[in-house]
């Protein structure tokens, strides 16, 4: 195929010009020969030495299990095209007519993603008061405690003892930059920590209950491991916590019945003091309904509340959003 011929010492320039000029042939090895350095170009370049030259071919590695999984061409269109990765867990979602091929689909999956060590399909949907789902195991090590990494932090968890979604990552980080020094946070809905461990490098304490006893166990672990120790875990029903506590800042990371906890996190709250609500709410109007119930709980305590911010945090459901909203409280 037709070639440019450049000095070695001439080579990185004379790649990122052939870039640049969107003339370099993709998919082959570059050659040595020499003191030589010769590169395969779709077209003839004007300024360089041009020549025939053969080049091998380069194996490109596959970027999805859909490359390498192999199933019948009338289910190939229900591959889900993402799948959650928790640590070296991966938790993916299949319809009922992929279930057959699971163990395949599991077998592609570690196969394209090296550093997954352990395939689940989701069994159920997240349910009862600890927030958690059944697993299906597909392939891989049958274990489901992993480490996860997300924002800076490192968190230990069993993907089935505890509710732990990654696709929260950004919305914890927003959390942790309104965060200022000296701050007392409230995590009402610890889990094993993710806004807990991560908030309690920028406040002066982070409280961080949970009625999971094993939630509290990570929770504990993942203190120690980050050396977040500012962090307070409290194992227990959140109802009978809240108001024995003040915090600048509370987060009510429980979506499906936060709005059952609306009385207790103001209370919690200090005057003029922040919280972090989340809820699900329909595409058509997504924050209505718990903007109201916010105001009746507010009104019925005699405070009044600021509406700071509102954003979709992640979909939910076909036209359902998982929301944020953030007010302050004035007493
Ligand atoms: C949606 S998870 C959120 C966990 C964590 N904030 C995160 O982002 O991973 C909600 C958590 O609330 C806990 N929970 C449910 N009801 C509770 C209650 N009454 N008191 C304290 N914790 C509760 C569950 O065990 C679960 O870990």
Known sequence: ?????????????????????GVLARGYA????????????????E?????????ERLERRPHSYREVIEVPDEVRPLLPNSFDIIGEIAIIELPEELM????????????????????????SKVSG??????????AGEKRTE??????????????????????????????????????????MFAGVGPYAVLLAKRA?????????????????????????????????DVREVAGRLKADRVIMNLPKFTD????????????????????????????SEHEAKIKTIARELGFTVEFLEERKVRPYAPRQFNIAIDFRVLK
Not at 9 to 16: D, G, P, S, T
Not at 129 to 138: A, G, K, N, S
């Open 47 to 55: 300024g360089f030495e041009l020549l025939e030259a053969d080049f």
């Open 146 to 187: 992993t480490l996860h990494r997300e924002n800076g932090i490192r968190l230990k968890l069993d993907v089935a003892k505890v509710y732990f979604s990654p696709r929260l990552a950004t919305e914890r980080m927003r959390i942790f930059k309104k965060t200022r020094p000296g701050e007392v946070v409230f995590d």
């Open 1 to 21: 195929m037709l070639a440019v011929k450049v000095p070695k010492r001439e080579a990185e320039n004379a790649r990122r010009k052939l870039i640049e000029l």
């Open 100 to 123: 057959p091929y699971g163990k395949a689909i599991g077998e592609a999956i570690l196969r394209v993603h090296r550093h997954i060590k352990a395939v689940f399909a989701k069994g």
């Open 204 to 236: 002066k304490l982070v409280f961080a209950c949970d009625i999971n006893p094993w939630a509290i166990r990570y929770l504990e672990e993942n203190t120690r491991l980050n050396r977040a120790n500012n962090v307070v875990p409290i194992l227990g």
């Open 260 to 287: 059952r906890f609306l009385k207790e996190a103001m209370l919690s709250v200090k005057d003029g003091g922040i919280i972090h609500y989340y809820g699900f709410g329909p595409e058509e109007d997504l924050y």
């Open 30 to 45: 570059v050659r040595r020969e020499g003191e030589s350095v010769l590169f395969p170009v779709t077209e003839p370049v």
């Open 129 to 138: 008061e600890y927030r958690v789902r059944e697993l299906i195991h597909l």
